[in-house]
């Protein structure tokens, strides 16, 4: 600062018009504005998300069509990890103009597994098997408490659907050692899974 206002006294002796010097200014502070908008608006959001903290270092998120761990937030870029390794940079600017859904912020997360049976299935046999497959999956929370409802009839079967809370860490070990499971125990129970099918009745 005091080297501008030391050049500006000194343009000033000299008998230049301040004016002229502070509109060429002027101008090239637009135009190197205009050519940096982008990191601009990166930055502010990089300084956004590191004030506001929507996110950290460790979250598993998901950003319009991409999702994965969060690696690092930085000053223009925030870089996720894929589950299958790939590296994502995505523009901070991006982030705070976009709903950002944080899967481990909560600690826990609700899973919902569908089993569609037959309709010769005993409903209240059926609840019972499906809250046996519960008991026997390690890793689901008592509170809240595990529940089995029938949630749908179908047009070739009923829909029971079993609802259960657990870490966020352990979400997908918990959802394939459900479904594992209550196949298994459907199975041994001799409950049925049906395919589609169609009855046609010929006049």
Not at 164 to 193: F, P
Request: charged share 20%; aromatic share 6%; proline share 4%.
């Amino acid at each position: 600062l005091l080297y501008v206002v030391v050049i500006l006294t000194a343009i000033n002796v000299m008998g230049i018009p301040l004016t002229t010097i502070l509109t060429l200014v002027a101008s090239a502070g637009v135009a190197i504005s205009l050519a940096m908008q982008g990191a601009l608006s990166n930055f502010v959001g990089g300084m956004t998300l590191l004030i506001l903290k929507p996110i950290k270092v460790g979250d598993y998120v998901k950003v319009g069509d991409l999702e994965g761990t969060v690696q690092t937030i930085g000053t223009f870029y925030t870089e996720l990890t894929t589950p299958d390794n790939r590296h994502i940079s995505l523009p901070n600017d991006n982030l705070t103009d976009t709903a950002i859904v944080n899967y481990t912020r909560e600690g826990k997360r609700r899973m919902d597994i569908s089993f569609s049976v037959s309709y010769d299935s005993d409903i209240d046999h059926t609840k019972e098997t499906l809250m046996e497959v519960v008991k026997m999956t390690g890793g689901i929370l008592d509170t809240p408490a595990p529940m089995v409802k029938l949630t749908a009839c179908g047009d070739n079967s009923m829909t029971f659907m079993i609802r259960v809370w657990c870490s966020s860490s352990d979400y997908w070990e918990v959802n394939w050692n459900l479904l594992e499971n209550g196949k298994r125990m459907l199975d041994q129970e001799g409950i049925v899974i049906p395919y589609p099918q169609m009855d046609v009745h010929m006049k």
